[in-house]
């Protein structure tokens, strides 16, 4: 079993729909949560950070952590084509490296 | 956020050269970065963790002494890959981070492409 597994994807929705990524992990220290989009070509930008139980906005994203479940999400509202990339879902316990998922590919359809 | 730097975005060299790829951290001291490497529509691979003032911490399968990593600040680590080969082309991303338990905050990538 994979330390942070992903929805295996391809993910495809429509333009204006919502995306939703799942990701889950398997160290039950972990502390930290991130969300990371990577456009083809490109590396991994920061999308979101959450760190405790609940949801956490930051316009059209939303981010998900249950502790309780090791399941961490995110919502996209009203998807557009530019949030067509792959999302990288992240795990940390504290001090030292993140543990990436594989990612999910989403696609959004005009 | 944070920014990342790296240096070159890209570079061609000849088989059997030895190629030096700079990420620094612009606004943050970074205690620890990350060297990565990534292929084609696969996942990103850590290659190893740079921490300043000591030796690299290199994951499994990766060889230290063909990819060199010198971490001499806080804001500044180096990777040279010695004596590449065709092989060794790919994306090399360094991230780092600032703050325990914060996210990393990755560079532009360096796209290295050996004839």
């Known amino acids: 079993q994979k330390e942070v597994e992903q929805n295996s994807g391809p993910l495809s929705v429509p333009e204006g729909a919502i995306a939703s990524l799942n990701c889950t992990y398997s160290d039950r220290g972990s502390q930290s949560f991130f969300w990371y989009r990577q456009y083809s070509g490109k590396s991994p930008e920061l999308i979101m950070s959450i760190y405790s139980n609940g949801d956490k906005e930051d316009g059209r994203f939303t981010a998900q952590l249950n502790k309780a479940s090791q399941y961490v999400s995110l919502l996209i509202r009203d998807s557009q084509p530019s949030d067509s990339a792959t999302y990288l879902c992240a795990v940390k316990a504290n001090a030292g490296k993140s543990t990436f998922g594989d990612g999910t590919t989403l696609t959004v359809k005009p | 956020g944070a920014v990342v730097s790296q240096h070159p975005s890209r570079v061609i060299c000849k088989s059997g050269t030895s190629v030096k790829i700079e990420c620094r951290s612009l606004?943050?001291?970074?205690?620890?970065m990350f060297w990565y490497r990534q292929f084609p529509k696969q996942s990103l691979m850590l290659m190893a963790t740079?921490?300043?003032?000591?030796?690299?911490?290199?994951e499994q399968g990766v060889e230290k002494d063909k990819f060199l990593i010198n971490h001499a600040s806080l804001t500044l680590s180096t990777l040279t890959v010695t004596s590449a080969h065709p092989e060794d082309s790919s994306f090399y991303i360094c991230?780092?981070?600032?703050?325990?338990?914060?996210?990393?905050?990755f560079g532009p990538g360096t796209r290295l492409l050996v004839l």
């Open positions: 991230s780092a981070y600032g703050l325990a338990g914060g996210p990393e905050y």
């Open positions: 606004d943050f001291q970074a205690t620890t």
């Open positions: 740079s921490n300043e003032g000591s030796k690299a911490t290199y």
